[in-house]
């Protein structure tokens, strides 16, 4: 996986490639995926979500270029494998996931891997987590059709975030965006495909 569908496509980060080697994909993922568990694409996880293709979680963890000790949040918690990634970088994750039973199943999954200190919640990604904010990095791994002004609010200046982003059904740009004293700046980097982010229900 790290030779092949890693390095092979660009990805150098030493700390992304070391996670992505530890990180046990398998403990991720139900019983009966597990001998899929490290093929180059994304597996179902239940309740019509996806863990997302191992070089998605380099990519977007390379793309955030966040030092140990960064405080993240991620919005789509489902397996919490990518989670567990940017955890093994020494980062401070904070991750909120909208449908309960993947909440529950994420932190499982954390703590049988050996990531308890990893923080889940159930709740709707697109308030953010306003009592642990700002945030010096915020990674989105369901697309929402524009970029939520509330975690914009909740990153720090000097802070980045990295996201799907697109209507539902289409395409999506896989966006980084960089906080400052002056205002955003937004690059676009690659097309992508992910689950929609869905609007909660209050
Ligand atoms: N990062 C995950 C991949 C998750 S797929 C992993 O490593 O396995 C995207 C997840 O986003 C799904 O579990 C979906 O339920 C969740 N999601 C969708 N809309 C959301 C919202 N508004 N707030 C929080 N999570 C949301």
Do not use: C
């Amino acid at each position: 996986m790290i030779d092949e569908q890693l390095i092979k496509r660009g990805i150098s980060s030493p700390a992304v490639l070391k996670a992505m080697d530890v990180v046990p994909r398998h403990l991720f993922v139900s019983t009966d995926q597990r001998t899929m568990a490290y093929v180059d694409g994304p597996l179902p996880i239940g309740h019509g979500q996806t863990i997302s293709q191992p070089y998605m979680v380099a990519l977007m963890s390379q793309t955030l270029n966040l030092d140990a000790g960064s405080r993240v949040l991620e919005i789509g918690t489902g397996s919490g494998y990518q989670a567990a990634v940017l955890a093994e970088m020494d980062m401070e994750v904070y991750s909120i996931e909208l449908i309960p039973e993947l909440a529950e199943q994420a932190t499982k999954n954390l703590e049988l891997a050996g990531f308890s200190k990893v923080k889940v919640r159930t709740g709707d990604g697109y308030k953010g987590w306003p009592e642990e904010a700002p945030f010096d990095g915020i990674i989105l791994t369901a697309a929402p059709e524009q970029i939520p002004q509330k975690l914009i609010e909740q990153l720090k200046s000097g802070g980045t975030m990295v996201l799907p982003v697109g209507a539902i059904n289409q395409v999506q740009t896989l966006k980084k965006l960089t906080k400052t004293a002056d205002g955003v700046t937004k690059t676009d980097l690659v097309k992508v495909r992910f689950v929609p982010m869905v609007r909660g229900k209050n």
